[in-house]
């Protein structure tokens, strides 16, 4: 584990890298990549790598300052020197104001950082964005910050003199800007010859560099004199992704359909070296990629992308894939109450990891043609799988059996959360049913539909409200005042914007039935968790929803609401708060953990009134989130894992 702060540790597990500036040669078969906030350097040839922790935020660029030492940005503005040698930091600054650091450029005394965002200083959570921006530092004089120029759509470039050369994007042109080291205006002017937004940006030469645009052109740039000496449009060859240089005249390209393409910038010819009708080389979709980052070294091409890592054999065109451990999407977690080591996860190409936290161990089992939505588990050594397709299976992770079919789907819902209730399995589907099940025999026990579609609502904003109301969420509590000696309450979360509570009737024959006893209508748009457990001391219902907001309830003051924060100003755009959890083994816990759609973790204190964590702990959003004995453990659809441990 490794120790962000006073308060959390944090490990993540997978492979992940989101553009080439995250992946570099450092020499001959070595090379560093990033997986959120890990470096990783790797030998190629020999299959080893030395993974090391930095930073709970994404790293966004690794870039080679000298013999031994990178220099790596972070996406919160973190900067770090790492001795790759010795693997060890060597120094480390947060340059104040700045966030969502995508390109950096750099010399022998300065570095020059490309950002998207720039942080509003009267609230630290409060992302402005639209206003791109290039910051030069001297990180030679404890990371001064010399200045910081304003301006959308940018990529800059150190030359060698320590000019700034800036291309930005505005009002459908591209200009050029010069600046000195003093951050003045040299030369400023229209490139006209260059069309479109410019998406990528790398150094030929010394006095070269190659822009990539939308819409498919590539331009080769004097830095020296200021003029654009080639253009390149790579006409139906599908989108392209990120580009490598293979040596002065020669850059390789990968397009969305898997293909390689090589250019000779000085012929402006393209030669396919992977042709169309090759696509056998590739035995499915993985390796296409948007947000993969590609080198050219000794024989091997190598590619990391959020699906894995490929070394792939120039010559023979074969490649080696060292597989991530979620292939296809994380979408579950669910951790034992017995068990504290134990995680479990699944993707969407029906792997179920069986994670152990005390051995950094993990073993796979496939569920088959299925793809994993939720898991559950009965606290002995079950866990219960959901899937898309309605079907719900069983593996014991003791026995280490093969996961069988225990329950068929018996309609068109996919399985959306399943809680355990002394004999009874539950379940909630996406088609609005709560479904009660004998745990034992898995006989169908009790069926109702919780959740009505709304027949003349057409609002896209809103799902598919027309068809079916999706239950997201639902939870079981069976130690409220409210309750009897038979009965139990259930509190599902929907689509249709709703929490709903309904008391389950068991009478003297065993015989089940279901009223509704409570509506609440506290959210502007879906209620995507829903937690009824204790906290403080006392008992809460908790939900998330993607109105940015979470609400706490007392089910004893006839579920009056005792707490409500608004996230909205944390983000820019939409986004959802995904999935909310408390403690599920410490009565006095008084913090919330909540997941969001942009991969950031917020830790809520509830007495302190205030966030004390908020970092984006994945690249993609989080599809599943656990939090018992002081642990909190996250998927994404980023194809990773995180854990994180709470210290008191």
Known sequence: MNKINELISIHSFGIHTISDNCLIKIKDNLIAFSFEGNIIIYDIENEKEQKTFLSPSMIKTINILDENNLLITCETGDIFIFDYIKNQIINKCKIKGITNLFFTSINKDYVLICHHSILDENNEYNIIHNKDGITLINYKNNFEVLWTKKSENVYAILNNDNKVVCIYYSEGKNYLILYNEKGEIILEKKIEQIKYNIKRLKKLSQNLIICETNKRYLYVIDIDNINVLNE?????????????????????????????????????KKEEIISKDAKSYFESDIIRGYNWGILSISKYYIIVNETGFYKLNKETKEYIYKK??????????????????????????????????KKFEYKEINIGNEMIRSISNDNISNFIIGTM????????YIEKNKP????????????????????????????????????????????????LEQKNNKNNSFGSLHLKSEIWSFDIYTKSKLNDEKNFYISTGSEDQTIKIHVIKINNNNNLSHELI??????????????????????????????HTINLYDPNLNFENILKVDFSNIYYGFFTLTYCAIDNNNPSNKYIVIGTQVGFLIIYDIIKNKIIFHEKIHYGGIEGLSFSNNTISTCSNDCSFSILIIHN
């Open 518 to 547: 409570k509506e609440i209508k506290d959210n502007k748009f879906a209620v995507t968790c829903i937690i009824w457990n204790i906290m403080n001391n006392k008992e809460i219902i908790l939900s998330c929803s993607d109105d």
């Open 404 to 451: 069988k079919l225990i329950i068929p789907k018996d309609g068109n819902g996919s399985i959306t959360c399943i809680h355990f209730y002394n004999d009874y399995l539950i379940i909630s589907t996406t088609d609005g049913f709560i479904k009660i099940y004998d745990k034992n025999t898995f006989n169908l026990i009790y069926f109702f539909k919780a959740h």
């Open 389 to 396: 397709s309605g079907n719900i299976y069983q593996y014991n």
């Open 232 to 268: 390149i449009y790579l006409e139906g060859n599908g989108e392209l992704g990120e580009f490598t240089i293979e040596d002065l005249n020669n850059i390789i390209i990968p397009n969305k359909f898997g293909q390689f393409i090589i250019i000779n910038i000085n012929k402006i």
């Open 324 to 357: 991530n451990i979620l292939e296809i999407s994380g979408c579950g977690v669910s951790n034992p109450k017995n068990n504290s080591n134990i995680f479990c996860y699944g993707d969407l190409k029906g792997n179920l990891i069986i994670f152990d936290n």
